[in-house]
């Protein structure tokens, strides 16, 4: 199973940023999908997950508002869309896969993308 994220880059506070992530999950309508992150010197953190369906998400409280979680289940993919952009969304972003929306026990993670927000 392959999972890859791709669409970081450098840009200024306020810009916006979308990340895809392209996996190779069979049956992947059958997973909960994450982005998490990881800043400089921290420890990877939480940042957004979408259900199944793509009918339930949930993000950490300080990219909600900015942040929107999406999926297509036909093309095995999920999406970040970023918006007003903050230094402080430097990091290392990743999509990972769940076969629980609740239990958070993500079984596959992709390799990284960089976002970086200057101010």
């Known amino acids: 199973v392959q999972l890859q994220a791709f669409g970081g880059g450098l840009v200024q506070a306020g810009d916006s940023l979308r990340l895809s992530c392209a996996t190779s999950?069979?049956?992947?309508?059958?997973?909960?999908m994450g982005w998490f992150r990881q800043a400089p010197g921290k420890e990877r953190e939480f940042v957004a997950k979408?259900?199944?369906?793509?009918?339930?998400?949930d993000y950490v409280e300080t990219v909600k508002g900015r942040f929107t979680i999406s999926r297509d289940n036909a093309k095995n993919a999920v999406y970040l869309q970023m918006n007003s952009l903050r230094p402080e969304d430097t990091a290392v972003y990743f999509c990972?896969?769940?076969?629980?929306?609740?239990?958070?026990?993500?079984?596959?993670w992709g390799q990284g993308t960089l976002v970086t927000v200057s101010s």
């Open positions: 979408i259900s199944r369906s793509g009918g339930t998400t």
């Open positions: 990972a896969a769940s076969a629980s929306y609740y239990k958070g026990s993500w079984k596959w």
């Open positions: 999950i069979r049956h992947f309508e059958a997973y909960t």
